[in-house]
């Protein structure tokens, strides 16, 4: 990691004067002035070459101060404690080929996920899938798909920083709590629907579509995540590797060499509805070979009590041949989903903080003009967003622009919720919900074969 180093004498508009009034005369109220001072940790204060105090330390110099001078920082950099300009905390989650852990941003406070692959276990078929999880997730400009702020690579890992989704996956909120009400299944879907279409409409297919890859960032907002096996293809490009989780797979996975990743999607879409709705899933075995002869056979049954707009949309995604399923957009026109006004897609942003020091003020929208403000405070000056050109997301200080244009975003009510324009029937008791979830047998454990 390469620490951001202040140059010159700091940006424009640091406060030197304060320091300069304190040493004129000698009356009771200067010296508390001295005595203010003297309260700060000494490495806070720029000094001249006759002591006198200059200038406070922006809170970018500090932090480069410390990681080079202060011992505990440095010894959490030498354990991995610390990665970069993150504080490295307890572990949120793993896969097989990595494990993710809580993260706090050292300038900013942002809690963010940080996904920790071994490059020493990363062959090359496995550096390709990295390589397209990272384009893939800059490449979607969408509220609920998880967003990527940084890479940082070491020695030996490599480490993506992404948003932190605090309120856990789906899959565990099923387990715990029983399935999701009608009203609650509505606005989760919707959310996940609006997500793959826009993955879609910019041909990346996810492949990995799960209750596990799903999560909340409050109790009515959900974001899709883990593009660990996401693939730029085009909507008539067929695919051959298998890879994803066996529950959630499309039974031309099991039965052709060749498919359409648009399908694959779609049935799993079908699957994770299935499993809100009735707390159980679809298809179920103790072997994976049993599994795929469920698959391959269709058979599932659907509880008399989920509502029967919702049984026909499930039916018509859990269709065996893949032209016969409901596209993205005839779900998002059913009639169990007309209560609902999806999400949108957000107008693309910029990834690379560059512009922000090349731009007069009146030519940066209102989102942008707070970011450059904030991180003027943070002592990221026009110099640093400019030396730090072709860095791409592998910089702290595209990381912190991104982390504070997401901070903007949000502010801005970007990240809206699906309105449910009107109420359709009751819901099931959460003792009722529980009952249904007790037949459920298997997660959705990966399955690659690459």
């Not at 404690?81 to 793993?94: A, D, L, N, P, T």
């Amino acid at each position: 990691m390469t620490a951001v180093c202040p140059s010159g004498v700091g940006p424009a508009g640091a406060t030197v004067g304060s320091s300069r009034r304190s040493g004129a005369g000698s009356t009771g109220g200067q010296d508390r002035r001295y005595a203010r001072w003297s309260r700060q940790d000494s490495s806070d204060i720029a000094t001249d070459d006759e002591g006198v105090p200059a200038r406070q330390l922006t809170p970018l110099e500090r932090l480069n101060l410390d990681m080079c001078q202060d011992d505990r920082v440095v010894r959490e950099l030498t354990v991995g404690r610390r990665i970069g300009f993150y504080k490295v905390r307890g572990e949120i989650g793993c896969g097989n080929f990595s494990h993710v852990k809580l993260g706090i941003h050292a300038l900013t406070n942002d809690k963010v996920a940080i996904k920790i692959l071994d490059k020493t276990k990363l062959d090359q078929k496995t550096q390709r899938l990295l390589s397209r999880e990272i384009s893939s997730m800059e490449r979607l400009h969408h509220p609920n798909i998880i967003r990527l702020y940084e890479v940082v690579e070491t020695l030996s890992r490599l480490h993506l920083v992404m948003e932190y989704a605090g309120g856990g996956e789906l899959y565990t909120k099923i387990s715990m709590e029983g399935k999701l009400s009608d009203i609650d299944s509505k606005i989760v879907f919707s959310q996940i629907l609006s997500a793959v279409k826009h993955m879609h409409d910019n041909s990346i297919i996810h492949r990995d579509l799960k209750a596990e890859n799903v999560f909340y960032t409050c109790s009515t907002c959900v974001k899709v995540g883990d593009f660990g096996f996401s693939t730029l293809s085009r909507r008539d490009e067929t695919l051959n590797t298998f890879c994803g989780s066996p529950p959630y797979a499309a039974p031309e996975l099991f039965r052709d060499e060749h498919y359409l990743g648009v399908f694959v999607d779609i049935w799993a879409l079908g699957v994770m509805l299935f499993f809100m709705v009735t707390g159980t899933m679809p298809f179920r075995a103790d072997t994976v070979a049993k599994l795929k002869r469920c698959i391959l056979e269709g058979a599932y049954v659907l509880p008399s009590w989920v509502q029967e707009p919702c049984q026909r949309l499930i039916r018509g995604i859990l269709q065996p041949q893949p032209s016969d399923r409901c596209s993205v957009e005839q779900m998002m026109g059913c009639e169990w989903l007309l209560p609902i006004d999806f999400p949108r897609a957000m107008e693309p942003f910029k990834l690379d903080p560059s512009y922000l020091a090349e731009s007069t003020p009146s030519e940066l929208e209102e989102d942008e003009a707070e970011v450059r403000e904030a991180l003027e405070i943070l002592g990221i000056t026009p110099e640093h967003i400019l030396n730090n050109q072709g860095k791409d997301c592998r910089s702290s200080v595209t990381g912190v622009y991104r982390i504070l244009l997401h901070r903007a975003h949000k502010r801005r009510a970007v990240e809206s919720m699906p309105v449910v324009t009107h109420v359709v029937g009751g819901s099931m008791s959460k003792k009722d919900r529980l009952k249904a979830y007790h037949s459920l047998r298997h997660t959705s454990k990966l399955c690659v074969i690459l």
